[in-house]
T-cell receptor
Framework: QKEVEQDPGPLSVPEGAIVSLNCTYS??????FMWYRQYSRKGPELLMY????GNKEDGRFTAQVDKSSKYISLFIRDSQPSDSATYLC?????????????FGQGTILTVHP | GAVVSQHPSWVICKSGTSVKIECRSL??????MFWYRQFPKQSLMLMAT?????????EQGVEKDKFLINHASLTLSTLTVTSAHPEDSSFYIC?????????FGPGTRLTVL
């Protein structure tokens, strides 16, 4: 079993939809969570980071962490065609971002006009 | 967010030659940087942790004599692929931690003929 599981999709939604992206993990030592967006042939772009259970909002993005269930989510509101990309969850053991990232497999999202 | 650059963005080389990839943190100092490899349609796989002023730490299965890492300063880490072969063709990406997140470079596409 992989330490981090992420549904690879692909996920296709109409413009304006709410998108839900999810990851589960098995290692309870993961304490720091990040979401990245990666366009084809580009480096990942950091969208959100959090270390607390609960919700964190930034513009159209909301990151949700449930440590008791070992489950994290990223919600995208009012999705746009420019959001079409691969979304990666990543986790770090310990309480800071200064450690090795373990990635999910990535979810391919397409937002069609 | 913090900015990381990589050079070159794309390199083609002949089998048996060596290739050096540079990773620079442009607006932060990094005592630690990370090197990843990504094959098409796959997630990022950590290769090694680059430590300023000391030896790199390699992940299991990564040949340290083949992938030479030098972290010469707080803003520069280099990865040298020695005696490259076609199976080394991949997308190489570096990252550095700053503030609350880890920030990735744009990646280097290596093609070995």
């Amino acid at each position: 079993q992989k330490e981090v599981e992420q549904d690879p999709g692909p996920l296709s939604v109409p413009e304006g939809a709410i998108v839900s992206l999810n990851c589960t993990y098995s290692n309870s030592a993961f304490q720091y969570f990040m979401w990245y967006r990666q366009y084809s042939r580009k480096g990942p772009e950091l969208l959100m980071y959090t270390y607390s259970s609960g919700n964190k909002e930034d513009g159209r993005f909301t990151a949700q962490v449930d440590k008791s269930s070992k489950y994290i989510s990223l919600f995208i509101r009012d999705s746009q065609p420019s959001d079409s990309a691969t979304y990666l969850c990543a986790m770090v053991t310990g309480g800071t971002s200064y450690g090795k990232l373990t990635f999910g497999q990535g979810t391919i999202l397409t937002v069609h006009p | 967010g913090a900015v990381v650059s990589q050079h070159p963005s794309w390199v083609i080389c002949k089998s048996g030659t060596s290739v050096k990839i540079e990773c620079r943190s442009l607006d932060f100092q990094a005592t630690t940087m990370f090197w990843y490899r990504q094959f098409p349609k796959q997630s990022l796989m950590l290769m090694a942790t680059s430590n300023e002023g000391s030896k790199a730490t390699y992940e299991q299965g990564v040949e340290k004599d083949k992938f030479l890492i030098n972290h010469a300063s707080l803003t520069l880490s280099t990865l040298t692929v020695t005696s490259a072969h076609p199976e080394d063709s991949s997308f190489y990406i570096c990252s550095g931690p700053s503030g609350g997140g880890q920030f990735f470079g744009p990646g280097t596409r290596l093609t070995v003929l």
